[in-house]
């Protein structure tokens, strides 16, 4: 696949690994270092096969989260050299707190400045969400998110092969945008997941999940949950997309 989603909406290393500590419901001064670097290469593994752009950063984070685990698997020992994975991992949680006091300081100056704009380009898109907002609070998706509802499609379709080990299709990104948006204008909001019912192989799946990223950067839809890890919702903003726009 010759196809590579360069997003703005991208997380960083740090990003991924607040959302594994919060996924996992685990204190953030207290890392459980082999499961989360177990799951961040898992994440990493499954980026790189979906083609996602991703930075060098990651790669060195998964290097750092690796030391760090294998040092401490280590036996003690009595020289101060074994205090180097302390260190490691003293100054990764620190990290950790200032970037979520970044993030979450961000997050308030954002809402702050939207309190008197227009957040979507569409009236119809405006009365959606307010509609999904008497249900509970909207909830920005990350991209982590998509991914982790990707790996869930998979593991329950439960289709045979490696999910490198794919046949040669003719369907394309384009293709599938053109399909996403038919069903918008058709049904207004769709469950992510259900986009995915249909389909029978892996490549088809993951040239989906790839529209839906394409169309998130063109701000063509907003991908949003009502409530914390409950149903991830798509809506449409715009349909007047050109071939221009998309990046392939």
Excluded: W
């Excluded at 008497?134 to 490696?162: M, Q, T, W, Y």
């Excluded at 080990?165 to 948006?181: C, G, H, P, T």
């Amino acid at each position: 696949m010759n196809y590579t989603v360069k997003l703005d909406i991208f997380e960083g290393p740090l990003d991924l690994l607040l959302y594994l500590i919060r996924k996992n419901e685990v204190d953030i001064y207290d890392i459980p270092i082999a499961l989360i670097t177990e799951q961040y290469l898992e994440y990493l593994d499954l980026m790189t096969v979906l083609n996602l752009d991703i930075a060098g950063q990651f790669l060195v984070m998964a290097a750092t989260l690796a030391k760090i685990k294998s040092k401490m698997l280590l036996p003690p020992v009595e020289d101060d050299e074994d205090e180097e994975g302390a260190d490691l991992q003293a100054e990764l949680m620190e990290h950790l707190l200032e970037y979520q006091h970044y993030k979450e300081v961000a997050y308030q100056l954002k809402n702050r400045e939207l309190l008197e704009k227009n957040i979507f380009t569409r009236l119809q898109a405006d009365e959606q969400v307010a509609e999904a907002k008497s249900d509970g609070e909207v909830i920005e998706v990350s991209l982590f998110d998509l991914v982790d509802a990707l790996r869930k499609v998979i593991e329950k379709k439960d289709l045979p092969g490696n999910l490198m080990e794919v046949n040669v299709e003719r369907i394309s990104v384009k293709d599938k945008i053109a399909d996403i948006m038919l069903t918008l204008k058709e049904k207004q909001e769709i469950i992510f997941q259900t986009i995915f019912d249909a389909l029978s192989t892996k490549y088809e799946i993951i040239v989906t999940f790839l529209a839906v990223l394409e169309l998130m950067r063109l701000r063509a839809i907003k991908v949003f949950q009502v409530h914390p890890h409950g149903e991830i919702r798509i809506i449409a903003l715009k349909t007047d997309l050109s071939i221009e726009d998309l990046a392939y």
